[in-house]
Structures are given as C-alpha cells and as structure tokens.
C-alpha cells in the first residue's frame, strides 16, 4: 500500500527567497524520509500551486494526500484558506481523499532554532552583553494568534533570563521598533531582536529594518530550512495519516 503523499503548503510570497527556502525545507523533510512522495506548494504569488501539485500527484496515481500548512500562525489562511483548497481538490478528483493537519505552529522545540539564528546574528555584529530581548512575529488580526506569540515570548525570556517583548510586523502592536524603543526608554541598551518567522520576505525585512532603525543591537535570520522544523512537519504528517486510514 502506498503511503499518502505529502504536500508542504506555505503562504507564498513575491520574493524569490520564501520559496527557495520553502523548497530548501521540503527538500529536507525529503532527506528525512526518502520512501514519501513530498512536494512543495503555495497558495497564492508563487509557484507551484496547490492545485497544480495535487494535479500531478493524482496522475502518478496517488488517491491519499496530507497537507501540513507551513504557517507559524492560526488565522484566516489556517482556517479559511487552506480549507477551501483541500474541499476544492476533492471536488476536482473523485475519489481523492485530502487531510489538512496542524498548522507547523510555534512549538517550544522551535526556540533552540531562536537561538541558533540569535547567536549568528550576535556574533555577526560582535556583540557580547544583552539585556533585553525583542521576538518579532507577523502578527494577525485574530488576538488568539497574537497571544500565541506572546506566550512564546514569555518561555523564551524564561529561558534567557531576560525581559522579552513580543511585537509584530503587521496587523497588531507594538511593531519592532517601538518594543526595541520602550526598552531603551527603561535604560536597556542591548536589544536583540529575534525573527519568529519561517522565511525571508517583506515582513521580516520591514521588522528588521524598524529594529535597527529603533537602535537593536541584532536582528537575526528568519528560521529557515532547520532540521527541527523538518521533523515537526513529519510529526504532522504522521498524525493525518493516520487520520486517512479506515475506522
């Protein structure tokens, strides 16, 4: 019996470095498992389409496919969007049965990845002290996915000993900027700004940029093609298929 394909499904963007990095990842989670058909897509201002991949699956002869969302956040593309395409696909093949899983989410296991980029980016601009830390999201208009990211902060500023400020790029305050800002207000001069998000593109670019421009010490690289993210997607995998198996 032939496993379910896998299908990385991501936002898309207009920079050509989102989708390298979102083919980076999936060409990871392939490394990780080489007996899985897995394939990459995009809803919307990249290529491929979502619509296009299941197209191409369903003639290689797949009739099971599992989508995992590589979105950090739940909101409108999580509950709206990937939906409509999963029940449009079906309405397309008869017979063809798709499950969508969790979104990739922010997983506590995400922050070693945090911290990985961190400290790049700290030894890039020669800085050894800090004192306080800026984890900068996209940010959503739905106020649970904000907590979500606030939550994270909260763990991650635990973890370091150190007051962390959430902030996002759109879609809700305090933007980076004005975090980095509040804590300068409060006589801290090394802020660092860590970047919760999945790939390079606008959004990070203008969080970094307001972060630096607010005096941040660093700002690091999105996440990017990390093993661990690999194997969370698998993890997401492995439970929606199992949810296509037969009760």
């Known amino acids: 019996m032939t496993a379910p394909a896998l299908v990385t499904l991501a936002h898309g963007s207009r920079d050509p470095r989102s989708a390298a990095t979102i083919e980076s990842l ?37 009739d099971e496919v599992v989508v ?3 979105l950090l956040n739940e909101g409108y593309h999580a509950g709206v969007d990937v939906p409509r395409v999963v029940q449009e696909a079906m309405d397309r093949h008869v017979g063809l049965q798709v499950r969508q899983t969790r979104i990739l989410g922010m997983e506590p296991a995400f922050l070693g990845v945090l911290d990985e980029r961190l400290r790049d980016a700290l030894r890039g601009a020669r800085v050894r002290e800090l004192d306080a830390l800026v984890l900068a999201a996209s940010g959503s208009s739905d106020p649970v996915a904000n907590q979500a990211v606030a939550r994270l902060a909260r763990v991650w500023g635990a973890r370091h000993h150190l007051p962390v400020a959430a902030a996002f790029a759109s879609s809700a305050p305090p933007a980076t900027g004005e975090a980095v800002r509040a804590f300068r207000r409060e006589g801290r001069r090394h802020v660092a700004v860590a970047s919760m998000f999945l790939a390079p593109g606008f959004l990070p670019d203008r969080a970094a940029e307001l972060a630096l421009e607010a005096g ?5 690289e999105p996440l990017g093609a990390d093993p661990e993210l690999a194997r969370t997607v698998l993890a997401r995998y492995a439970v929606g298929a199992v949810e296509l198996v037969p009760v």
Do not use: K, N
């Open 26 to 62: 999936t060409a990871e989670v392939r490394r990780l498992r080489p007996d899985l058909r897995v394939e990459a897509a995009f809803l919307e201002l990249a290529e491929p389409g979502f619509h296009a991949v299941v197209d191409r699956l369903v003639a290689a002869g797949h």
């Open 68 to 70: 995992v969302p590589l």
């Open 216 to 220: 941040a010490v660093a700002v690091s």
